[in-house]
């Protein structure tokens, strides 16, 4: 069937085939890998990287394209099946917002390959690593070019698969295994929110398409009841991918996978997916402003709750796991506070130097053997190049001028402002806590004095570590080069900020909605949010360095606060101890036990018992004498006219 393509001016001149060759690169890597590569992991290492470079070099030349038509729209689309009234087609879309996340998905999953060369080198598993990366990366990239809502949810889903697959990738630790299972059951809850809103706007409009759901959402003659639903379902599967309350405590077990891992997930594939979705579906929010305040204090709560537990986990790579879901609330608030534009552009600024912060966690490990802040200091002399760039990458984070995190975070504070004064309140105190953890974990890792690591467990046959914690070292150029690399972006991604540069780029991917011109720059805004940034750094620095006030000091004075923090608000136990044991193994699933024993197997072994019985009684009828066989016919052909007589007298 022939394409049909969009003409309305300032088309993007991009061929439908490189469109399909960005998304089959990583596939095809991944298909050759499984058929024979894995048993080789230097080729499988080679082809994945291959294969994600490809689709990234491709997404470049996309991306320029685009700027050059000015954001304008592509799509290609053919008729995937159809089943009675349903019809569904299998296309591509590109766009401003199109372009850009696939810049970051390919950005970071080629650096992300290249790292795992050095990381994973020894593991047993590398070669399978390697194939669920590959395809890990072809299904975000599926979701990020679908052009119809059915083909996200079905790229949403094989994201899920693939989370399932990497964080439970060391699958012989039972905690590597039950992540994987909660990451998957808990993703799931929101996945039937957005089953439903897939169900409601096909009954609604008979189609999927992205642009006639928005024009859906515009028309002044729709329920607004109705669009308020489907927000929900929408934002209830970005809430279970993203992270947000009360979906979010999946993420920080998802640690247990490789580190690499944890990189991609974290900063461009799976969690900003959630993110994604509400963006590309805006004018549905926007409709809606009551599924808006929803999104805007669900993600302020997000980013509060998970920035408080950040400040007093131990562990290195669980406080950017925290610090991951608190920058995601930040995205879901600026949405909810019509922040479209400085929510993407946080979005975009926030993978690249988050990114680089996983990566650097992974260099660390990778020298000391250990992700526990309270067994490493003093590594700075030891890794100077995972020092700075883990400094920049913290700075950005932080919102420190000049650097990107600095022009993203205050975009989102000052639509939140403009909003509501307590999304914004919300919104500074984040920043101040931000800060506050990211310094914390700086100088309890790089300062002070070395603790020694973790020893080495030789005992252990799944272990790829092999160095020498008692003597920290530098990660090798593969694991260093990406982290340089992300730090160019860490700095200067902001930039695009200047003179509406990429509000004007990402907002033709919405239909026309004036009052979407990105942020301007408020000095006042720029000026508070900095100070309470350095804040947070000088707390840090007065505690971890100079011990004018002792931690300990500290949380002897708020224990009750601390207690509730360390134990990350009483939710996991909550969800595991309360709803899981209690309710559903001991309540709900005796219920279903008692249903299957009772009813289901009650009429099973009754009907068996009846038909026993039954055949007991006609036994007896069974002689074996032929003159009583032949009474019972003549008595059967008696009986048989006697009833056609009766039926038809003469």
């Given amino acids: 069937m022939p394409f049909l393509a969009e003409t309305a001016a300032g088309i993007p001149d991009i061929s439908e085939q490189v469109l399909w060759a960005i998304l089959c690169a990583p596939l095809i890597a991944w298909a050759i890998i499984v058929a024979g590569g894995r048993k080789y992991p230097t080729i499988a290492g080679y082809l994945a990287i291959g294969g994600v470079g490809a689709a990234c070099l491709l997404s470049y030349i996309t991306l320029f394209n685009v700027m050059d038509a ?50 994973m080198d020894g593991d047993h598993g590398e070669g399978r690593y390697f194939a669920h990366m590959c395809l890990f990366t072809f299904s975000m990239l599926g979701l990020v070019l679908a052009d119809n809502l059915f083909q996200i949810f079905v790229f949403w889903e094989l994201v899920g698969l693939c989370s399932y697959l990497l964080i439970g990738f060391w699958f012989h630790k039972p905690s590597a295994a039950a992540a994987a299972k909660k990451a998957f059951i808990v993703t799931r809850i929101g996945d039937l929110g957005l089953l439903a809103a897939l169900l409601l706007i096909f009954r609604e409009t008979g189609q999927f398409d992205v642009g006639v759901i928005q024009e859906w959402a515009k028309n002044p003659a729709t329920d607004g009841t109705l669009v308020t639903l489907f927000a929900l379902g929408l934002f209830a599967g970005a809430a279970g991918k993203s992270a947000q309350f009360p979906l979010h405590v999946w993420l920080p077990d998802a640690m247990e996978g490789p580190t690499p891992v944890s990189a991609l997930i974290h900063a461009a594939t799976m969690v900003a997916a959630g993110v994604y979705l509400v963006a590309r579906f805006f004018p549905v929010f926007e409709a809606s402003p009551d599924a808006r305040d929803v999104v805007a204090w669900i993600g302020a709560t997000t980013a509060l709750l998970a920035a408080t537990i950040a400040m007093v986990q131990t562990d290195f790579k669980r406080v950017m796991a925290y610090s991951t879901i608190s920058q995601l609330g930040y995205m879901m608030m600026a949405l909810g506070s019509l922040g479209y534009v400085a929510a993407i552009f946080h979005l975009f600024t926030h993978a690249f130097f988050k990114a680089s912060l996983f990566l650097g966690s992974g260099s660390v490990n990778h020298s000391t053997n250990t992700f526990d802040m309270r067994k490493m200091g003093g590594l700075k002399p030891h ?60 100088f309890l890792t790089f300062h002070g004095e070395y603790k020694g690591g973790e020893p080495v467990d030789h005992h252990d046959e799944d272990s790829h570590f092999h160095g020498d914690p008692a003597h920290p070292h530098e990660s090798p150029w593969v694991m260093t080069l990406p982290l340089i690399v992300l730090s160019v972006p860490a700095i200067m991604a902001g930039w695009f900020a200047y003179d509406h540069m990429f509000a004007n780029f ?25 100070i309470v940034a350095l804040a947070g750094i000088g ?41 899981v044991t209690r309710v559903f193994h001991r309540g709900w699933n005796r219920l279903l036990e ?57």
């Fill in 506 to 530: 990402i907002n033709h991917a919405l239909p026309e909605l004036p009052h979407h011109e990105g942020s301007s720059f408020e000095i006042g805004i720029a000026v508070s949010s900095t």
């Fill in 383 to 442: 890794m100077p190049i995972t020092y700075w760039t883990f400094m920049i990458a913290s700075l950005s984070l932080a919102g420190i001028f000049p650097l990107a995190g600095f022009w993203s975070k205050d975009e989102i504070l000052l639509d939140a402002w403009r909003n509501d004064t307590g999304l914004w309140a919300v919104g500074v105190a984040v920043a101040f806590m931000t800060a506050f953890y990211m310094f914390r974990a700086i």
């Fill in 70 to 119: 000015d954001g304008g729209i592509v799509k290609y689309t053919h008729e995937w099946f159809a089943a009675g009234p349903l019809v569904v087609d299998l296309g591509v879309r590109v766009d401003g917002l199109t372009a850009v996340m696939l810049v970051v998905v390919t950005s970071v999953s080629l650096l992300v390959q290249l790292y795992s060369t050095g990381y």
């Fill in 594 to 650: 008692a249903n299957d024993r009772y009813v289901v197997d009650g009429i099973a072994n009754g009907s068996a018992r009846i038909a026993r019985q039954a055949s007991l009684r006609f036994r007896t009828l069974q002689t074996g004498q032929i003159q009583s066989y032949g009474l019972g016919i003549a008595a059967g052909v008696v009986v048989i006219v006697l009833a056609v007589y009766s039926a038809n007298p003469l």
């Fill in 539 to 579: 707390a840090a620095y007065a505690i971890y360095m100079k011990r004018w006030v002792t931690s300990e000091s500290i949380r002897e004075t708020f224990a009750p606060l601390a207690i509730i923090f360390e134990n990350k608000y009483y939710l996991d136990k909550l969800y595991e101890d309360v709803l």
